[in-house]
């Protein structure tokens, strides 16, 4: 049964992958956890400012905080920062995002050529460790482990598929979209993702 509760309450969603979680905070709970990362954020990306932002959890147990970030610029970037609350296998994460990307509609070939590059993206991650995802103006998505530059994935068609996983209409977590994305859409920068 799903229960939407008020603001500094938990929203209860049907099962559908841990990755993306099922239970998602309001945008009013203040997740200072992320903090830690907007001088990163705001060192790579012009006129950014924080949009979104959220906690999951499976079925009770706590799976990370999210944050949105957009810069206000016309074909500016955009980040999403993550801080885990429990333990992930880098395997499983690279994994499990292949398996969203799937779900949007990606091809198996073009996952593929993805494989690879996610594998080097992601690290294990231990509670309080984070990943913070940036797209760049030039399409280009850098990885960040805890701050520290991890890896780049080049391309326009990667960055709009991965960050599609949160953003996009048919994402996997369509209550962790909407709390993100909150009051933003139409918003430039975030156009690909507007449009149910």
Known sequence: MTKYLSNHQRLTLPLKAFFLGLVVSFSGVTLASNAHNQSLVTKNISQVES????????????????????SKEPKGGIALDIQYLRKFEAKALAEQ????????????????????????????????????AIKK???????????????????ESFSQAFFGIWLHPKTSAPQLRKVLLGQYCPRVNLEAYCHD
């Open 51 to 70: 949009l979104g932002q959220g906690r999951m959890t499976y079925w009770g147990f706590t799976l990370y905080d999210a944050k949105l970030f957009a």
């Open 97 to 132: 995002t292949l398996d969203e990307l799937k779900k949007l509609g990606v091809s198996d070939t073009q996952r593929a050529e993805w494989a690879s590059p996610l594998a080097k993206a992601f690290k294990t991650v231990q509670v309080g460790d984070s990943i913070t």
């Open 137 to 155: 103006p030039q399409g280009s998505t850098q990885f960040f482990y805890n701050g520290q530059f991890v890896s780049e994935i080049s391309g």
